[in-house]
C-alpha cells in the first residue's frame, strides 16, 4: 500500500480542468491510475469501510499500522520537544558510557526528581534511553550517536530558531513571514556582497557547519575515492572541517579552500590547530564572481549548491567553469531528493528549513545535472553514499 512517500502518478491530466463536467464524467476523464487512487480514497474517507477493515483479522494489522503512522505525523511535534529537552539539558553526555540513577541524573541536569522521572520515560519511549534496572538508566543506540556526536547535538539546539520561524504554520506556508531568524543567521543569504561581510556576521554560522559537517564527512569519504587526485580545493569550505578530515584520511593529498574573507581567516586558525595548515592553501573571494584557482585536479562542493537559488547556483558553477581548466573534476555532494526514504526525508527537512532560511533548495541529482550542463560541465554522473540520507553524489568534468 502507499504510504504518501511523495512519487505521485506519472499521468496526463485533463487540460483546461474538469470543473465543468459531471463527477462520473471527472472520473472518466483521468487516467486508470488516477481513477483507482479516487476510487481508493472514498472508501478510506468511509467510517463503515474503515470498521469493515477493523473487523477483518488480515486487514486490521495494516490499518492499524497506518493509523499509527498519521497519529505519528499529528504528534510529531511532541517527539522533537522531548528531543530538544534531553539535549538542552546535557542528558546523552551524562549518560556517555555509563549508568546512571533517576535522582543521579536529576542532580546532574539541574531537573526534579519527579520531572526527571517523567522525561527519562518519555525518552525511553522514544528509543533515546533504555532501562538498565530498578530507576538506572543506560543510552540506547539511537543515544549512544547523540552523546558521541556533538556536531549533531548543536544543530538540535540550532532548530530552535526554526521552531520560531514556522510556530506560525499557516502564514509561514503563505509566504507571510518574512525576515527570519534563520534568514539573519545564514548572514551571506541577505545582500549582494558576502565578500565585505565582518567576523561577526560569519562566526556564528561558520563554527555550527564546522560542528555538524563529522558524519558528512565521514559518509563522502567513505563513499568517494579522493586518493586519485594529487590536489583538491574545497569551494565554500567553511572553517576547514572536511578539508581536515579529508587530509586525514589521505596524508600525500595536497589540499586548499575557498571561502569568504572573513571565513578563511577562521579556517586559519582551525587548520592550524588540526595540524594542516602547512598542507593546505587558503583562498578568499566570492565563489560567484571572484578568480577561482586553476592548480587543482580536483573540485569540490560540499552541501554548497543546494544553499542557494537556480539563479545563484548557475552563477557558480558558471564561474567555476569559467576559471577552471578542461578536465578538472568537480565533485558534488550534498542531500538530494528523491524517492527512497533517505532522500525523501532529506527534503522533507531541508524543504522547509530552506524556506524559513529564504535562500536554497534540496534537488534531486537529475537537476544538477541539468544545471551542470547549462554551465557548460560534460560527463556528469549521479551516484549513491554510504547513507543517502545525508549525502548523495554528482560528479563531472570541465
Not at 510556530?167 to 525576515?179: M, N, P
Not at 551542470?372 to 560527463?379: K, V
Request: aromatic share 6%.
Amino acid at each position: 500500500m502507499d504510504t504518501g512517500g511523495g512519487r505521485g502518478f506519472q499521468a496526463n491530466l485533463p487540460i483546461g480542468g474538469t470543473a465543468d463536467l459531471t463527477p462520473d464524467d471527472q472520473d472518466r476523464a483521468y487516467p486508470l491510475a488516477v481513477r483507482l487512487r479516487l476510487w481508493r480514497n472514498r472508501q478510506i474517507a468511509s467510517p463503515r469501510f474503515r470498521s469493515l477493515l477493523a473487523r477483518l483479522p488480515v486487514l486490521r494489522g495494516i490499518a492499524n499500522r497506518k493509523a499509527n503512522n498519521l497519529f505519528r505525523l499529528t504528534t510529531g511535534f511532541v517527539h522533537t520537544q522531548i528531543l530538544s529537552a534531553c539535549v538542552h539539558l546535557g542528558l546523552f553526555e551524562a549518560l556517555e558510557g555509563t549508568v546512571r540513577s533517576t535522582a543521579a541524573l536529576a542532580a546532574r541536569c539541574g531537573v526534579p526528581p519527579e520531572h526527571m522521572r517523567h522525561l527519562l520515560d518519555q525518552a525511553r519511549r522514544l528509543d533515546l534511553v533504555a532501562s538498565a534496572g530498578p530507576d538506572l538508566w543506560i543510552l540506547s543506540d539511537a543515544g549512544t550517536v547523540l552523546a558521541a556526536d556533538r556536531g549533531l547535538r548543536e544543530m538540535i539546539r540550532h532548530h530552535d530558531m526554526l521552531y520560531r520561524d514556522i510556530a506560525d504554520a499557516a502564514a509561514f506556508w503563505r509566504g507571510e513571514v518574512g525576515d527570519t531568524e534563520l534568514r539573519r543567521y545564514w548572514a551571506y543569504v541577505r545582500g549582494n556582497a558576502p565578500a565585505m561581510m565582518g567576523s561577526a556576521e560569519v562566526a556564528p554560522y561558520s563554527a555550527l557547519m564546522r560542528e555538524s559537517q563529522a558524519m558528512l564527512a565521514d559518509c563522502i569519504l567513505t563513499s568517494y575515492d579522493f586518493g586519485q587526485y594529487r590536489s583538491v580545493l574545497d569551494i565554500g569550505g567553511g572553517e576547514g572541517a572536511f578539508l581536515c578530515a579529508l587530509g586525514v584520511r589521505h596524508p600525500d593529498l595536497k589540499l586548499a579552500l575557498f571561502d569568504l574573507p572573513a571565513v578563511t581567516e577562521l579556517a586559519s586558525r582551525h587548520l592550524r590547530m588540526q595540524g594542516i595548515l602547512d598542507r593546505a592553501t587558503l583562498h578568499s573571494g566570492d565563489f560567484a564572481t571572484d578568480p577561482i584557482p586553476a592548480t587543482h585536479d580536483c573540485v569540490t562542493l560540499i552541501r554548497i549548491l543546494c544553499d542557494h537559488d537556480d539563479e545563484r547556483a548557475l552563477q557558480i558553477l558558471s564561474n567555476l567553469h569559467r576559471h577552471l581548466p578542461p578536465g578538472t573534476s568537480l565533485v558534488v555532494a550534498e542531500a538530494m531528493a528523491g524517492d527512497s526514504e533517505g532522500p525523501n526525508l532529506a527534503a522533507l527537512y531541508f524543504g522547509t528549513y530552506f524556506a524559513a532560511m529564504g535562500s536554497g533548495r534540496c534537488r534531486t541529482a537529475l537537476e544538477i545535472i541539468d544545471l551542470l550542463a547549462q554551465c557548460g560541465f560534460r560527463d556528469a554522473t549521479a551516484s549513491t553514499s554510504t547513507n543517502p540520507l545525508l549525502a548523495g553524489f554528482v560528479t563531472a568534468r570541465r
